[in-house]
C-alpha cells in the first residue's frame, strides 16, 4: 500500500542462518562480519522466529551473539502467530524465551513481539 513512511525507509533482509560446519565453510565470505557490517549501519534489528522452528542453530546462535553490541536495536518476533491457538502459542512463546535466554545469556528476560 502506498504511504508516505514507506518512501523513507529501506529493508534488508539477511540469507538464512545456514547449520552445519559444512554449510558454513561453504560461504565464500564471512557472513557474521557482513552481519555485523549491516547491522552498524541500521536502526533496527528483527530477529524473525517461526513458530514451528524455534530451534536456534550454532550459526545463528553465533550472529546473535556478534550483534550483542547493538542489543538496543534488536527486536525479537515470533512470527506467523496467527497459524496457530492459544495454547500452543503459548508454549511456543515459552519455549522461545527459553532458547533465548541461553543464547543471550542475560539476567533479564527478552521482550518478544508476537506478529
Known amino acids: 500500500m502506498p504511504h508516505e513512511l514507506l518512501e523513507h525507509i529501506s529493508f534488508g533482509d539477511s540469507p538464512s542462518v545456514l547449520s552445519g560446519e559444512k554449510q558454513r565453510k561453504e560461504r565464500s565470505y564471512d557472513f557474521t562480519g557482513a552481519i ?3 547491522a552498524a549501519k541500521c536502526d533496527l534489528i528483527l530477529l524473525l522466529f517461526d513458530p514451528h522452528k524455534l ?4 550459526g ?3 550472529v546473535i551473539s556478534s550483534l550483542r553490541v547493538h542489543e538496543d536495536k534488536i527486536r525479537v518476533v515470533l512470527n506467523k502467530a496467527d497459524q496457530v491457538d492459544t495454547q500452543q502459542l503459548m ?3 515459552g519455549a522461545l524465551m527459553w ?11 527478552v521482550r518478544i513481539y508476537v506478529g
Do not use: G
Open 36 to 38: 555485523l557490517w549491516f
Open 55 to 58: 530451534n536456534i542453530s550454532d
Open 60 to 62: 545463528f546462535k553465533r
Open 91 to 93: 508454549r511456543m512463546y
Open 99 to 109: 532458547s533465548l535466554k541461553k543464547v543471550l545469556n542475560t539476567p533479564e528476560v
